[in-house]
């Protein structure tokens, strides 16, 4: 059974910097796919970035591009969200998502942003609360 567990969520104070960790288990494909959310209480889950275990291939969405970045490793089935310049609008619940069956290549279902649909999604970690508060 594939299991994505999340950590590293906390208060941070505006401006400052945290890094989520994703551990992927149970996964005996060769390739899988990482997915961070994130979501307000009464908002739908919004998808972050994603980064494919295969070849590194990464999606930003527009609202963290240039501002967070994902990296993988890959011999500690580990997939990190480092999230800078944090501001109270980035309080939220944090989940990773592993998928590990696509509709089509996995680099190009990565590539294409599909990897933040959350009904393309395969398996949910449970979330890790971040607040950004002074």
């Known amino acids: 059974e594939v299991q994505a567990v999340e950590s590293g969520g906390g208060l941070v104070q505006p401006g400052g910097s945290r890094t989520l960790s994703c551990q992927v288990s149970?996964?005996?494909?060769?390739?899988?796919?990482v997915s961070w959310f994130r979501q307000i209480p009464g908002k739908e889950r919004e998808g972050i970035a994603c980064?494919?275990?295969?070849?590194?291939?990464?999606y930003y969405a527009d609202s963290v591009k240039g501002r967070w970045t994902v990296s993988r490793d890959n011999p500690k089935n580990a997939v990190e969200l480092h999230m800078t310049d944090l501001s109270p609008q980035d309080t939220a619940v944090y989940y990773c998502?592993?998928?590990?069956?696509?509709?089509?290549?996995?680099?190009?279902?990565?590539?294409?942003?599909?990897?933040?649909?959350?009904?393309?999604?395969?398996?949910w970690g449970q979330g890790t609360q971040v607040t950004v508060s002074s």
């Open positions: 980064v494919s275990r295969g070849d590194g291939t990464k």
């Open positions: 998502a592993v998928t590990t069956q696509f509709p089509s290549p996995p680099n190009l279902w990565s590539g294409s942003g599909r990897c933040l649909r959350p009904a393309e999604i395969g398996t």
């Open positions: 149970g996964a005996s494909h060769p390739v899988w796919v």
